[in-house]
């Protein structure tokens, strides 16, 4: 599904050049549920704009569903993260003028379906995270994890291959995280990949597969980064492991 | 898609709605000034007679010669009218299709009830061709001829604004009217006709003057009817009426019909000839100095649109260009204040076309709203002009149904470049902005 | 004051101080030539005429209707008529109005055999009573004795010459720079007339002649009783009989005779009005012009501040948390708005110049006084100064409390 080799990110100022991502090397199978773990500042949110085609990589390759993302325009990279990516931010990001409806009818709207076809999936996947009854209500108007429902919501509503949720539960308190957290397991059970970010090993241990980044590099899979050096994680991190 | 970006640029304007009445206003105040002033302006350099402009022309000959003191407006230094010995000679020629000499006088109408005091119109001296030449449209009865030209007739056309004061608007045609104590004939009552500018005869009163009284040129001459308008002489002038015919003086306008590229090239050719042989027989000290303008050069050459006009028109677009870029900074100030929700569209798969799109369409509804409460300002502004501007002006002040459609597109127009610098920074908001911002 | 943080912060919104200062730089280039037409044509609409008291004075324009009589007669029992009236005190005839529709241009030279010495010159054929009946200031010589008015049928008797004449200091000046051409004698084009200058009037201003103002002060009088066709009759009410002079002059000239029109009676000082309509107008659009300007410009910079200040709200929070007093808060914003209005106004007043150049070339404009532009870049200093007021006065009330919250 997502296959990335030697990647590098790099921030440039007019001073100093900050590596973000360094030869990070990392493959996830089609229907597999990946936490990506690490510190702050260790480069798992650049990690996850980069598999979400939100910047673009300063070296190395990226393969997404079998289509080298390297060189895409702009117009085929807002496609692909249209039509294959579903986005869960930590902060969940709804447009605040917009009701949950028309939050969830954004990405429908850039992929042009006709109105009777929105309408429809949208009633659907309000219906799969229970919240038909707010479909008119503005974001404001909601608790946390409603709101976070609602993006979930926005994310499937496309039907996308790939999931990328990124700390989904940071904003949530213990309760609203477990039903989000459901929700997610949810959506892998019925096919979906799903690559999550968090620093939360509780969460990650729900995973099929957990990664460490440290430094912008993958430290380890699926064990502590301290059991393990650098260089041979990333060759580890090119062959699929069973989820432990 | 674009019903979905209409809906949310008016979403995004009721949100702010301070910067958004700003914006509405600078456009519409823009709008309003420009617009006034273009609508003077336009109406101030059209082409009086479009179906015509081209075929219609003024024949000029350098009566002054090089040394005369030609107001500096005349740059080629020639003068603008005729002396009557050359109107004679050109309408004699006839050379051109149609042609006509005039000139305006003031007449005095006595009525036929004696406790009415008689009363001064406006008439203009002219030929016959004068009212086929310009498409002149007839109410009542028609035009004279040139047999009435030659035969010196006494016959009138009335206006229909004067045939209905003088006749309560009836068919005057064969009545009697006595006009300078002498009895005429009317022949023919005129339907509504208002070029303006009044091309054949600019100077005073070029937008809102009219002439009420049309009579034959010869008549009007043998009458000794003299000119109202400009009368310029050059050298000494003979004794009495006769004398000052054959003077040098210039006062006579004269306009021919040509209607092929032909046709004015052998006008050109007896122009150049009529001027040399005026050379020739020692009348003129000077080489032939000769034009032929249509109604187009015409105006031009004598700077129709009044310099405050001018003036104002700049001004007015001056006062656009400020509001247009008063415009982009709080297009810039409100399209920035939405980055977020651009940069979560953005991850959802909004392409840069299509936030291009998005924005450009609420600068369109901007330039919309803008431009409508700009009519309502033009309406008011040329209202204020009526006002104040000279009273020949006013008549330009009329609003017509092609200059609500041209201040609407020139609204757009200005909104959307207004909007572009802010839309392209709309479009540079990265999709990742708002994980990394947390 | 702090003008380090000002440039730095100046340099992060480049594009909305550019903005600011360019409007700031249009207003001006625009408000210094508009004040300076609206200083022309205000002037202008003013301009004395030499005529004393304009609003006792009135114009009858009238028409003889058969023309083969005796017009000198007609026009002589008129005047008779007319100065009999009690109201009335006195008249003159003449063929051409100061400030009217209709006036007469020639040229006049003391050296008929220099070519294009001529000065062009606003010509008055009147009677005797005309420097009395205008109320024209006589600085030197004398006015015409009637016995020297001859009689001018449309100029086509073709006098060799007029006897005297009379002009005004400006003619006289220009005759001569010394001014001094008592007994000279003049030459009048076209025909080459002459006449003996016999006197000198302070100023009298001419009509609209040939399109052309150059005559302005440049009248000149003629001792030529005007037996034309059309004519104006002069008349110098009584004071404070002006209405009651107008009614009884039409009553009087209807009495003496109805073969006759008389298209307008009017006093000078409504033919003033009318004549400087269109300049009054323009100077009246203009200043509205310059006023929905400076509105627009105020608007624009209230507006881009704003939105400065919620912008920053956060950062003014920290400074007044670290200690920033509020008034020190007012002065940033302040002097942050005369930075970029100082930087607008240098732009201005070069595109001032520019515009000025440009009208000078396209219209009939003069070369624009400093002065203009001195007093354009105060008022938009000030203006700026105003219009940030509001803005900065709410930045200087955010409470240091706020840097505490998160954003």
Not at chain 3, 186 to 205: C, E, R
Not at chain 3, 224 to 243: D, I, M, S, T
Request: charged share 15%; aromatic share 8%; net charge neutral.
């Amino acid at each position: 599904m997502l296959k990335m080799t030697g990647l590098s990110k790099v921030y440039r100022t007019e001073v100093v050049e900050t590596y973000a991502l360094r030869e990070l090397t990392l493959e996830v199978q089609e229907g597999e549920f990946v936490a990506v773990m690490g510190p702050s500042g260790s480069g798992k949110t650049t990690f996850l704009t980069i598999a979400g085609l939100l910047e673009e990589l300063s070296a190395g390759e990226y393969w997404l569903d079998g289509v080298d993302t390297r060189g895409l325009t702009d117009r085929q990279r807002s496609r692909l993260r249209n039509e294959k990516i579903g986005f869960v931010f930590q902060s969940f990001n709804l447009i605040s003028d917009l009701t949950v409806h028309e939050n969830i009818d954004v990405p429908l709207r850039y992929r042009g379906l006709p109105a009777s076809e929105r309408r429809r999936r949208i009633d659907a996947v309000l219906e799969r995270v229970g919240l038909t009854s707010r479909a008119r209500h503005y974001a404001s108007e909601m608790s946390g994890g409603q709101q976070q429902r609602v993006a979930i919501a926005r994310a499937l509503v496309g039907e996308p291959r790939l999931l990328l949720a990124d700390e989904p539960t940071g904003n949530l308190d213990t309760q609203m995280a477990r039903g989000v957290m459901e929700l997610l397991e949810d959506i892998h059970l019925r096919g979906a990949t799903i690559v999550m970010v968090t620093h939360d090993p509780a969460l990650a241990a729900r995973a099929q597969r957990q990664v460490y980044i440290s430094d912008g590099q993958i430290m380890a899979l699926g064990m502590p980064p301290h059991l393990v050096d650098g260089g041979h994680a990333s060759q580890l991190a090119t062959q699929p492991s069973e989820p432990v | 898609m674009f019903g979905y970006y209409f809906n949310l640029a008016l979403r995004s304007l009721r949100r702010n709605i301070i910067l958004t009445v700003l914006m509405i206003a600078a456009i519409g105040i823009g709008i309003g000034a420009s617009m006034t002033m273009l609508t003077v302006f336009r109406a101030a350099s059209g082409d009086p007679i479009p179906q015509k402009s081209a075929q219609l022309f003024v024949p000029q000959i350098d009566n002054f010669g090089p040394q005369s003191g030609m107001p500096a407006q005349y740059a080629d230094l020639l003068t603008p009218d005729l002396t009557y010995i050359d109107a004679i000679g050109f309408l004699r020629s006839q050379a051109a299709t149609r042609q006509a000499a005039m000139y305006p006088t003031l007449l005095a109408i006595t009525p036929t009830d004696p406790a009415h005091s008689p009363m001064q119109v406006d008439a203009r001296a002219t030929s016959g061709d004068f009212f086929p030449m310009f498409d002149v449209p007839f109410k009542f009865g028609g035009p004279w001829t040139r047999t009435e030209d030659d035969g010196h007739a006494s016959v009138v056309v009335l206006t229909r604004k004067l045939n209905n004061l003088l006749f309560g608007g009836s068919n005057s045609v064969g009545q009697q009217l006595t006009v300078g104590g002498k009895p005429y004939r009317i022949i023919g009552v005129l339907d509504e006709w208002h070029p303006a500018p009044r091309f054949y005869d600019v100077g005073a009163q070029t937008f809102s003057g009219e002439d009420q009284l049309f009579l034959p040129f010869t008549r009007a001459i043998d009458e000794q009817m003299s000119t109202s308008s400009s009368f310029n002489c050059s050298g000494a002038t003979g004794p009495g009426w006769e004398g000052m015919l054959h003077s040098n003086c210039i006062w006579i306008r004269f306009w021919v019909e040509l209607s092929t590229a032909r046709d004015v090239a052998s006008y050109n050719t007896f122009l150049h000839n009529y001027a040399a042989e005026q050379q020739q027989t020692g009348r003129f000290h000077w080489p032939p100095h000769v034009a032929l303008r249509n109604v187009t050069q015409w105006l031009s050459y004598n700077h129709v649109v009044p310099a405050a006009v001018d003036t104002l028109t700049s001004v007015s677009f001056a006062l656009l260009l400020v509001c247009v870029v008063n415009a982009i900074g709080l297009m810039l100030a409100k399209f920035m204040a939405g980055t977020g929700a651009v940069s979560v569209r953005r991850a959802l798969g909004a392409t840069r076309e299509a936030v291009f799109a998005q924005f450009m369409v609420e600068a369109g509804v901007v330039g919309l709203v803008g431009g409508l409460v700009g009519v309502g300002l033009t309406k008011l502004g040329l209202v204020s002009c009526r006002a104040v501007l000279d009273e020949d002006l006013s008549v330009l002040t009329r609003f017509h149904g092609s200059d609500v459609l041209i201040a609407l597109a020139v609204a757009l127009v200005a909104t959307l470049l207004a909007g572009l610098y802010p839309t392209w920074r709309a479009m540079q908001v990265q999709p990742a902005s708002q994980l990394k911002a947390q | 004051m702090e003008l380090g943080p000002i440039l730095s912060s100046l340099r992060r919104n480049k594009v909305g101080a550019t903005l600011i200062a360019l409007q700031i730089a249009l207003t001006l280039a625009v408000l210094s030539n508009a004040l300076f037409i609206v200083a022309q044509q205000t002037a202008m609409s003013r301009a004395p005429t030499g005529i004393a008291d304009e609003s006792s004075v009135f114009f009858i324009s009238n028409q003889w209707i058969g023309g083969d009589e005796d017009l000198a007669a007609r026009a002589q029992a008129d005047l008779a008529n007319l100065r009999a009236l009690p109201q009335v005190a006195d008249v003159s005839l003449s063929p051409a109005q100061p400030l009217g529709g209709r006036g007469m241009g020639m040229d006049i030279t003391l050296h008929p055999e220099k070519r294009r010495s001529g000065v062009l010159t606003a010509l008055y054929p009147v009677d005797d009573h005309a420097v009395n009946t205008l109320g024209l200031r006589l600085i030197a010589g004398r006015n015409f004795r009637p016995e020297e008015i001859l009689i001018s049928h449309g100029f086509s008797e073709n006098y060799p010459t007029w006897g005297s004449v009379v002009v005004t200091r400006e003619v006289a000046r220009a005759l001569d720079p010394s001014g001094n051409v008592l007994g000279r004698t003049a030459t009048f084009s076209p025909g080459k007339v002459t006449a003996t200058i016999v006197g000198v009037v302070d100023q009298l201003a001419s009509g609209r002649f040939g399109g052309d103002s150059a005559g302005a002060e440049r009248g000149v009088l003629a001792p030529l009783l005007w037996a034309g066709v059309n004519g104006y009759y002069v008349v110098r009410a009584k004071p404070g009989q002006v209405e009651a002079a107008m009614t009884a002059a039409r009553n009087e000239l209807y009495k003496t005779s109805r073969q006759r029109t008389i298209a307008s009676v009017q006093t000078l000082a409504d033919a003033r009005l009318e004549f400087y309509r269109g300049a009054r107008g323009e100077a009246l659009l203009m200043s509205l012009i310059c006023a929905i300007l400076l509105g627009v410009t105020a608007f624009g910079i209230i507006g881009l501040t704003s939105y400065w200040v919620s912008q920053r709200r956060r950062h003014i929070g920290i400074r007044r948390a670290l200690g920033a007093t509020a008034g020190s808060i007012l002065r940033y914003f302040q002097t942050e708005n005369l930075l970029i209005a100082g930087a607008g106004s240098v732009l201005g007043v070069g595109l001032g110049i520019a515009a000025n150049l440009w009208l000078l070339r396209s219209v009939a404009m003069e070369r624009l006084p400093p002065v203009y532009l001195i007093v354009g870049t105060i008022v938009v200093l000030i203006l700026g100064q105003i219009s940030v007021l509001w803005p900065a006065l709410r930045a200087a009330g955010v409470p240091p409390a706020i840097a505490a919250r998160s954003a």
